[in-house]
């Protein structure tokens, strides 16, 4: 059996427990929820009272120069770009991952269409985050495509040599499954699809090799393993054999040439910078970088491959804990125990109460979150179940903090607090 002291030598022994002190994390509290919203970073406050009162304060409208902000888009993404396997200058941060994916999803099927008109399809994961379908699916309504959703065991037979594009999140957002990209992307190739892929959960935590993996397109989030605060801008990344192939469709002045010669056509800009389109968010574009530092930071200590190892390790020890520990409550897994297609998350599945025992523990002050099993999902792997979920950020997470978190999760289960009234009244955000 695992004890408490072994989990306390765990974090002893642990490279990159200093790390923990770049961020600014709540007391009492363990936050299992950085997969959905990362933690502060220490230096953001003041990083962004600086932005506010000095750069747009005094400096005003010279800041733009001044104080770097019309290259901090390509200045993030750069540092981005070294987490997913990308080159300077392949990666700007900028607007949503949802308005990202919009803008390469439309690339790609303008490719395809000039390649390979037969192509008429794109392929995505059922269980794909519905922020990707819904893009995905007007754009097929514009433009006359068809969406074929499958299970992920599927996909091989979806790809038929009518698909344009294959779609896919790399690690999937309910149950932490990862997808060989290298494998995939090649399999698309294969069938002569384009790849497109969505690093939401993988960038910050997995290690990613866009370039390696010979991808097509990417676009990945700001606010969560990255921890650039609520609404942080998203990435986007393109091969650079496709970027000056074609506009993107939102061909605003941000991705124009020359945006100061203000000419009533449009010219894009070479290279990624098109893939930008209007003024962007300076305030948080800052504070990403904050969260960026603290990569930037794990570099001395092994970068992403050490923050990987611990990132594993964590989520085995959940996975074990809680089978040894929480045994007969009825919990199942839903995130796959092999590594090699392990986000770097747990989620476990219930048939009952798992939103309430989701709200006991976040009273108890284990803050992790809870996503609704849903019926219309068919028969995939955990679609139509309950689903506790649990993020595992190596940079602020400890080992002792995983043994108190199941700890409290075997309380909860064994004198039945889920059932109390309060924790099972539903809020608009879960
Ligand atoms: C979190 C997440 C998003 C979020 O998109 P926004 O445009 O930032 O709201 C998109 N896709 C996936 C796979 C996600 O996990």
Redesign the pocket.
């Known amino acids: 059996m695992t004890t408490l002291q072994h989990c306390q030598t765990l974090d002893a022994n642990d490279p990159l427990r200093t790390l923990r002190e770049h961020f600014q994390l709540p007391p009492d509290t363990i936050y299992l929820d950085g997969n ?1 919203l990362g933690v502060i970073p220490a230096a953001a406050p003041a990083r962004i009272a600086d932005v506010v009162t000095r750069e747009w304060g005094t400096d005003l409208i010279q800041s733009w120069n001044k104080n770097g902000w019309f290259s901090l888009p390509q200045r993030v993404g750069d540092r981005i770009a070294r987490l997913i396997g990308a080159g300077a200058g392949e990666v700007v941060a900028t607007d ?4 990202n ?1 919009y803008k390469v999803l439309s690339a790609a099927l303008n490719i395809a269409a000039e390649d390979r008109p037969a192509a008429r399809r794109i392929v995505s994961e059922r269980s ?2 519905p ?2 379908l819904y893009i995905a699916e007007a754009l097929c309504k514009e433009r006359g495509l068809e969406l074929v959703l499958v299970e992920p065991e599927g996909i091989a037979a979806a790809l038929t040599d009518d698909v344009a594009v294959l779609m896919l ?1 790399h690690v999937n ?1 309910r149950t932490g499954a990862m997808h060989d990209m290298p494998a995939v992307t090649a399999a698309a190739h294969a069938a002569g699809a384009l790849m497109v892929w ?1 690093l ?2 993988s960038a910050g935590a997995v290690p990613v090799d866009l370039n390696g993996a010979n991808a097509d397109f990417a ?1 990945g ?1 700001g ?2 393993y990255l921890n650039g605060g609520p ?1 942080a801008p ?1 990435f986007v990344w393109v091969n650079p054999r496709h970027t000056d192939r074609c506009w993107q469709p939102l061909a605003g002045w941000w991705g124009h040439a020359a945006p100061f010669a203000f000419t009533p056509d449009y010219q894009p800009a070479p290279g990624i910078t098109r893939y930008q389109c209007g003024t962007q968010p300076i305030i948080s574009l800052s504070a990403l970088e904050c969260g960026l530092d603290v990569f930037t930071a794990a570099e001395t200590l092994g970068g992403m491959a050490a923050l990987r190892a611990k990132s594993l390790a964590l989520t085995d020890l959940f996975i074990q804990l809680v089978q040894e520990r929480c045994a007969g409550h009825g919990l199942g897994l839903a995130t796959p125990l092999a590594h090699s297609q392990r986000g770097s998350q747990v989620c476990l599945t219930k048939d009952e109460g798992a939103y309430a025992i989701v709200q006991a523990l976040i009273a108890r002050g284990v803050v992790g979150d809870f996503r609704a099993g849903d019926s219309s999902t068919g028969s995939g792997r955990t679609g139509s179940t309950d689903i506790l979920r649990f993020g595992f950020t190596p940079l602020y997470i400890g080992f002792e903090d995983v043994w108190n978190a199941v700890e409290h999760l075997k309380q909860v289960l064994e004198t039945g607090e889920w059932q109390r009234p309060e924790f099972n009244q539903k809020h608009a955000v879960t």
Do not use: E, P, R
């Open positions: 959905s949503t991952t949802s308005i994916l794909n985050f922020t990707d999140t957002y969505d939401a959960h676009v989030c606010y969560k609404g998203a």
